[in-house]
C-alpha cells in the first residue's frame, strides 16, 4: 500500500512536466517550452527556463517579462532585481526593460533608482503618461500611497497636456476620500476626452449618499461635459427623472456624439421595468432615432414605443407605432414587433377586447412561454374591466405558476375566498418573480386570517388596487376590517399601513400599523412593530424606536422579522448619541 501511495506521489510531481513535454512540438525553442510551463502553472519549472534564456541573453525582454510573472506566484520576486541591473547594463533605453525596472525597483522598496528610470523612461516619450502611471501603479500595489500620488504629481508638472494623468489623479484622490478632487479632475478628463465619460460616471457613482451633494456640487460648473457626466451618474443612482432631463439639456451638437451619450444613458435604464425608467427609455430612445436613419431608426423606434407603452405613455407609443408602419425602410418582421408593442399600448389603456384580438394575430410568431405570459396579461386587462368570466376562460388550461397564481387573484377579486386559497396554495410559495411571490404568500395570510369563505367586498377593494386606485382599495380594506375576526382584522390593518406608506401618508400608516399591533395575533404583531419603529426611526426620535425594536425581540422571539429588527436596532444604537435622543 505504501509502494502505490509512493508511486503515485512520484506520478503527481512528474505530471506537469510529462504534460508540458506531451503537447510541445518537437524542436520547441526554450522560450515556448517557458510559456508552456507558465500556462499550466509550473512556475518554478518556467523560471528555470527563463533563468537559462537570461543567462545568455540578460536583456531579452520576452524572457524577463515572463520571469517577472513566474517569480511572483512562487515568493521569489527579489530575484528580479539582479536580473534587471544586468539587464539595464546591456540596454537603459529599452522601453520594456525601462518599465520592468520601475516595477522592480519600486517593489524592492528603492525609490530613488525607481524616479531615475521613470525620468530616462520620460526623457525617450516626453508626452507620455505611461512612465508615471506605472510607477504609481507599483507603488499602490504595495499600498504605498504616498509614492504613489507622488508620482502622479511628478507627471503632471512634466507633461504639457496637464490632464493626461487626471483620470489616474481622480481615482486616487476618490479612494483617500477626497471626493470633491476626485469628481474635478473627471470633469477635467471628460472634458478634453469624451470616452472616459462612462467610466467616470461608473465610479463617482460609488460615492456614498453623503457625499452625493458633493458631487453634485463640483460638477454644477456650467459646461456641456460636466453636465453630461452628471446626468449618467444621476441616472445610475436612480433619479431618473433628474438625470433624463440632464441628458436632454446636455445632447451634443454633432449626431453621432449625441447618438453615443444617448446610448450610455440608455444602457444605465436596462434591468429597470418601473414606470419613470419605462418612460425614460421611451423618451431617450425616441431622441436617439431622431439622430439615426434607415433601418436602425425603425427598431429604436420600435423599442422607444415599447418603453412608452410599458410606462402606460399610449399616446406617444401610438404616436411612435404610427411612424413606425408608414416608414418604407421598416425590415422584415416589423409589423410583428409592432403589433407587440401595440398589444402593450392596447393593455396600458384597459382595452381588453382589442388586445385579444391583436394577441390572436400574433401568437403564431410567439414562443409557447411568451404566449402563455401575453395571454395572462389579457386576462388581467378583462378582470380589471370586471369579466372575470371571460378572463377566467383564457387561461383554464393555463397550469404554470403564473397560472394557478392569476386564477387564484381572479376568484379573490370575484370575492370567492375559499376558491381563491386553494389555487395560491396551489401556485406555491416560489416563483421567477419573487415580489410576486411575496404578494401571493401575503394574500394567503389575508385570506386565511379572513376566516371566510366568501367576501365581495374584499375582492373589490383589492381589484381596485390592481387597477390603481389605491385610496379606494384603502377605503375598500378599512370598511372590510370591522367584519374580521381580530386576527383577519390585525392583517387587514398591516395591509391598509402598507398602502397608507405607500401613498405617502406617513401618520396614517402609524395609526394603522399600531392598531396591527395586537398581543392576541402574534402572527401579525412583530412586522406591524417593526414598521412602527421604522416611521419612529425616520421621524428622528431614535431612543423611542430603539425601545420597540427590544421589546419586539423579546416579545416575538421567533418572528422572522427579528433578524431584521436586530440589524435595524444595531444601526440606531451607533446613531444614538450619549444621553439618548
Known amino acids: 500500500m505504501r509502494g502505490t501511495h509512493a508511486l503515485c506521489l512520484v506520478i503527481s510531481l512528474l505530471a506537469p512536466a510529462s504534460a508540458v513535454a506531451q503537447v510541445l512540438p518537437a524542436g520547441a525553442t526554450p522560450l515556448q517550452r517557458a510559456l508552456m510551463a507558465e500556462r499550466k502553472n509550473a512556475f518554478?519549472?518556467?523560471?528555470?527556463?527563463?533563468?537559462?534564456?537570461?543567462?545568455?541573453?540578460?536583456?531579452?525582454?520576452?524572457?524577463?517579462?515572463?520571469?517577472?510573472?513566474?517569480?511572483?506566484?512562487?515568493?521569489?520576486?527579489a530575484e528580479m532585481v539582479p536580473l534587471i541591473q544586468k539587464a539595464l547594463t546591456i540596454d537603459s533605453t529599452g522601453v520594456g526593460i525601462l518599465q520592468i525596472a520601475v516595477r522592480v525597483f519600486t517593489r524592492s522598496a528603492r525609490p530613488d533608482l525607481a524616479r531615475h528610470y521613470v525620468l530616462r523612461w520620460a526623457s525617450l516619450a516626453p508626452e507620455n503618461p505611461a512612465p508615471f502611471q506605472e510607477w504609481s501603479s507599483a507603488a499602490a500595489e504595495m499600498r504605498d500611497r504616498v509614492t504613489a500620488r507622488a508620482a502622479l504629481d511628478l507627471g503632471r508638472q512634466r507633461l504639457t497636456d496637464k490632464t493626461a494623468l487626471s483620470p489616474d489623479i481622480a481615482q486616487m484622490m476618490q479612494s483617500e476620500g477626497n471626493v470633491a478632487g476626485a469628481a474635478r479632475e473627471w470633469a477635467l478628463a471628460v472634458k478634453v476626452t469624451p470616452e472616459y465619460r462612462s467610466g467616470a460616471a461608473m465610479l463617482l457613482g460609488q460615492v456614498p449618499n453623503a457625499q452625493r451633494s458633493v458631487v453634485r456640487q463640483v460638477l454644477q460648473d456650467g459646461t456641456m461635459e460636466s453636465r453630461q457626466l452628471l446626468a449618467l451618474i444621476e441616472l445610475g443612482w436612480g433619479n431618473i427623472t433628474d438625470g433624463t432631463a440632464l441628458v436632454r439639456t446636455a445632447l451634443p451638437p454633432k449626431a453621432d456624439d449625441a447618438a453615443d451619450f444617448l446610448s450610455s444613458a440608455i444602457d444605465l435604464l436596462h434591468g429597470r421595468e418601473d414606470r419613470p425608467a419605462n418612460l425614460a427609455k421611451g423618451a431617450l430612445l425616441e431622441a436617439?432615432?431622431?439622430?439615426?436613419?434607415?433601418?436602425?431608426?425603425?427598431?429604436?423606434?420600435?423599442?422607444?414605443?415599447?418603453?412608452?407603452?410599458?410606462?402606460?405613455?399610449?399616446?406617444?407609443?401610438?404616436?411612435?407605432?404610427?411612424?413606425?408602419?408608414?416608414?418604407?425602410?421598416?425590415?422584415?418582421?416589423?409589423s410583428g414587433a409592432a403589433s407587440a408593442a401595440m398589444l402593450g399600448v392596447l393593455l396600458?389603456?384597459?382595452?381588453?377586447?382589442?388586445?385579444?384580438?391583436?394577441?390572436?394575430k400574433l401568437s403564431p410568431?410567439?414562443?409557447?412561454?411568451?404566449?402563455?405570459?401575453?395571454?395572462?396579461?389579457?386576462?388581467?386587462?378583462?378582470?380589471k374591466t370586471g369579466d372575470f368570466a371571460r378572463a377566467e376562460a383564457m387561461i383554464v388550461a393555463d397550469s404554470s405558476t403564473a397560472g394557478f397564481d392569476l386564477r387564484g387573484r381572479l376568484r379573490l377579486f370575484a370575492g370567492d375566498l375559499a376558491a381563491a386559497s386553494e389555487l395560491l396554495k396551489a401556485a406555491g410559495p416560489y416563483d421567477d418573480d419573487h415580489e410576486h411571490a411575496v404578494q401571493r404568500v401575503t394574500l394567503l395570510v389575508l385570506l386565511q386570517a379572513a376566516g371566510k369563505d366568501s367576501l365581495p367586498a374584499l375582492g373589490t377593494a383589492l381589484l381596485a388596487l390592481e387597477r390603481g386606485d389605491s385610496a379606494q382599495a384603502l377605503k375598500g380594506i378599512l370598511e372590510v376590517a370591522g367584519q374580521l375576526t381580530p386576527s383577519g382584522a390585525a392583517e387587514a390593518h398591516l395591509l391598509a399601513g402598507q398602502l397608507s406608506l405607500a401613498r405617502g401618508d406617513t401618520a396614517k400608516a402609524l395609526g394603522l400599523f399600531k392598531l396591527a399591533d395586537d398581543s392576541l395575533v402574534p402572527g401579525v404583531a412583530p412586522a406591524a412593530r417593526f414598521q412602527v419603529a421604522r416611521i419612529t426611526a425616520a421621524a428622528g426620535h431614535r431612543a423611542d424606536a430603539t425601545t420597540l425594536l427590544e421589546r419586539l425581540i423579546v416579545d416575538y422571539p421567533e418572528s422572522a422579522v427579528v433578524p431584521e429588527a436586530r440589524r435595524l436596532r444595531d444601526t440606531l444604537r451607533g446613531a444614538i448619541p450619549a444621553g439618548g435622543g
Open 365 to 383: 410568431t410567439l414562443t409557447m412561454d411568451d404566449r402563455d405570459r401575453e395571454t395572462r396579461r389579457v386576462a388581467m386587462a378583462y378582470a
Open 288 to 334: 436617439l432615432a431622431q439622430r439615426q436613419a434607415g433601418e436602425e431608426a425603425v427598431r429604436t423606434r420600435l423599442e422607444a414605443a415599447r418603453g412608452y407603452a410599458d410606462a402606460g405613455a399610449e399616446r406617444d407609443a401610438r404616436r411612435l407605432l404610427g411612424l413606425v408602419s408608414s416608414d418604407p425602410m421598416a425590415p422584415a418582421g416589423t
Open 348 to 360: 396600458a389603456e384597459g382595452k381588453a377586447a382589442e388586445a385579444e384580438q391583436v394577441l390572436a
Open 44 to 77: 518554478a519549472d518556467a523560471a528555470k527556463i527563463y533563468s537559462d534564456i537570461l543567462a545568455t541573453k540578460p536583456a531579452e525582454t520576452t524572457a524577463l517579462f515572463g520571469m517577472e510573472r513566474v517569480l511572483g506566484p512562487i515568493d521569489r520576486s
